[in-house]
């Protein structure tokens, strides 16, 4: 199981982090609008999110971090 974290001052909301995640899990915030006028990006299903950090390789603004639980 993964962790999607948004930093929300470096994302531009252009989406791209949307049309490559494989579980379909992240979308545009319309309802939030950052300091510079962004929609940004959000995690709508954490428990969907496998951890494999595609969203995070393909964010221009490098604003996406992936945190993937240890097991023992």
């Given amino acids: 199981m993964g962790k ?5 001052s470096f ?3 252009c989406g791209i982090c ?6 379909s899990i992240l979308k545009l915030d319309t309802e939030t609008i950052t ?4 929609n940004p990006a ?3 299903n954490e428990q969907a999110c496998t951890g494999c950090a595609s969203c995070a390789l393909m ?3 490098v ?10």
């Fill in 42 to 44: 959000m995690c709508i």
């Fill in 4 to 8: 999607v974290v948004i930093d929300e």
């Fill in 11 to 13: 994302c531009k909301g």
């Fill in 18 to 23: 949307v049309s490559v995640c494989p579980q």
């Fill in 63 to 72: 604003a996406i971090s992936v945190y993937r639980e240890v097991r023992a």
């Fill in 35 to 38: 300091p510079k006028g962004y």
């Fill in 59 to 61: 964010c221009p603004d």
